[in-house]
């Protein structure tokens, strides 16, 4: 682990930090930063990819405004393979620790389903996950 790396030889603990984070910010930048080559996937360029590579639909379906800016605001990357899909099938947010990603990242459809073994596994996953996320978001409001 590069534990005594210039940057992290700066942090210094203080009962601050304990109390306002929790060090669990501090705990994953360490974590990552001790990742030797993460097996991070190439991303795809935006301009490579007019239709979504999941659902194979023209990225400003959605949208009124068929605008330039307004296609470049509806792709997204899928951390966990790199291709350009768009937001109705990267709305998807799972860790991805073998990338080095402990917290959530947007994930496309076909990454997270391939992450289960059965359908079922995959539709009772992502039904609790929605669940909780409209619990949430109740919960605020």
């Excluded at 790396?5 to 109390?19: C, D, F, G, N, V």
């Excluded at 307004?70 to 951390?79: D, G, N, T, V």
Aim: proline share 4%; glycine share 4%; hydrophobic share 35%.
């Amino acid at each position: 682990c590069a534990a005594n790396h210039e940057t992290l030889t700066r942090i210094i603990p203080s009962q601050e930090m304990l109390k306002d984070h929790q060090m669990e910010s501090y705990a994953l930048a360490i974590h990552q930063a001790c990742l030797q080559e993460p097996p991070v996937p190439e991303w795809e360029s935006f301009d490579m990819r007019e239709l979504c590579a999941c659902c194979n639909s023209d990225f400003t379906w959605a949208y009124v405004l068929q605008s330039e800016p307004q296609k470049m605001l509806s792709r997204h990357h899928c951390f966990s393979c790199g291709r350009v899909v768009c937001e109705g099938c990267s709305r998807k947010r799972l860790s991805h620790e073998r990338l080095g990603f402990q917290m959530p990242v947007r994930t496309c459809d076909s990454c997270a389903f391939a992450q289960f073994e059965g359908a079922q596994d995959a539709v009772s996953a992502f039904a609790a996950e929605e669940a909780a996320a409209r619990s949430a978001a109740a919960g605020r409001g």
